[in-house]
């Protein structure tokens, strides 16, 4: 069965600094992978997708996304964390292509400290 | 352009009642997906339809019916509500982009 897994459930990141957010999914065929980020009390959006074709991908805000099949990971990165990236983000993986049915993590929060 | 619409945002139920929670779109989209999202748990699939006519059941099924009869709506059907099924509930609707669209999400308590 398709699982995710992202294996910190909290990370403090300075302001300004380097982020990486792990993430592991298992899926037997090539994946669509995509990270969402959900601020508090708010819906979920979009961040980044892959399907295929070139393994890093960018997305909004300066995040960008590296896919390793080998290592079956989709961590997502940013090279200066803001104050307004404290949220918590979701990597998922989906059972077809249009993004719905989409299998989620449990999701890792990011606090930025200044 | 109004999105997804999720009605109501907020709702108490006791056990054992049954209730729906609405969800539209006005995208015309054919995927539509709902999940409900726990502490620590994330989010979880518990329907989705890949068009009018056809739904699919998620990870955790159990509990919840779907139809969908229009393209424009996704509704879910609690049969008997239980303390279990106190979550946060969103719909999720997608053309062939791979982006979902979520709505803002229904608050459900069940006493």
């Known amino acids: 069965a398709q699982s995710v897994t992202q294996p910190d459930i909290h990370i403090t990141v300075s302001e300004g600094a380097s982020l990486e957010l792990r993430c592991n999914y298992s899926?037997?065929?090539?994946?669509?992978l995509f990270w969402y980020v959900q601020s508090p009390g708010q819906g979920l959006q979009l961040l980044l997708k892959?399907?295929?074709?070139?393994?890093l991908v960018q997305g909004i805000k300066g995040f960008e996304a590296e896919f390793k099949r080998s290592q079956s990971s989709f961590n997502l990165r940013k090279p200066s964390v803001h104050w307004s990236d404290a949220a918590e983000y979701f990597c998922?993986?989906?059972?077809?292509?249009?993004?719905?049915?989409?299998?989620f993590g449990k999701g890792t929060t990011l606090s930025v400290s200044s | 352009n109004a999105g997804v619409t999720q009605t109501p945002k907020f709702q108490v139920l006791k056990t054992g009642q049954s209730m729906t929670l609405q969800c539209a779109q006005d995208?015309?989209?054919?995927?539509m997906s709902w999940y409900r999202q726990d502490p620590g748990m994330g989010l979880r699939l518990i329907h989705y339809?890949?068009?009018?006519?056809?739904?699919d059941q998620g990870e955790v099924p159990n509990g919840y019916n779907v139809s969908r009869s229009t393209t424009e709506d996704f509704p879910l059907r609690l049969l008997s509500a239980a303390p279990s099924q106190t979550s946060v509930y969103f719909c999720?609707?997608?053309?062939?982009?791979?982006?979902?669209?979520f709505g803002q999400g229904t608050r459900l308590t069940v006493v």
């Open positions: 999720a609707s997608s053309y062939f982009t791979g982006q979902a669209f």
């Open positions: 995208m015309n989209h054919e995927y």
């Open positions: 892959y399907f295929s074709g070139d393994t």
């Open positions: 339809s890949v068009g009018a006519g056809i739904t």
């Open positions: 998922a993986v989906a059972l077809n292509q249009a993004g719905t049915a989409l299998i």
């Open positions: 899926y037997g065929a090539t994946p669509y």
